[in-house]
């Protein structure tokens, strides 16, 4: 039996939200050196405007280094029907910051083509397995955005 899907709301919602603002926080006191890596896979911080109240927004992401000034990132949520908000934001606002250790980068967003996500899914699976799981887990087809510095 698959595991359920999050909803996005209550209390393990306010738990996960918790603990992403807490990873931020140690995240950028540490320069990364805490918290920049999860699963066995690098970790970054993405910072978005956000597209209804305008405010800024950070979430630490899995990542996977596309070149020495491009990162791919997976707007899985968990294999969730709805994106995650992050990903929402992005494609309003494409212009962002990542935080890679203790190094800052404005970034310009775009999501990968059906070409180019066909290139980077299999080093993203590799990277973190559970990314396969989601996809299987939607009938949304999970964007892999690709983070270019401005």
Known sequence: MAPPKPTGRGVGHFVAASMSKLHV??????????????????????TTTGHKTGLKRSIPLL??????????IVGSYAGSDAP????VNLQKTPAAEIQVGSQRLRVQSSIASAQKKAELWPRLVALYPDYQVYQDRTS??????VLSAA
């Open 25 to 46: 926080a140690i995240y950028r006191m540490s320069g990364g050196r805490i918290g920049g890596s999860a699963f066995k896979a690098p970790v970054l911080v993405l």
């Open 63 to 72: 990542y996977l280094p596309v070149d020495a000034s491009t990162y791919a």
């Open 84 to 87: 995650p908000a992050w990903a």
């Open 140 to 145: 949304r087809d999970i964007p892999v955005f």
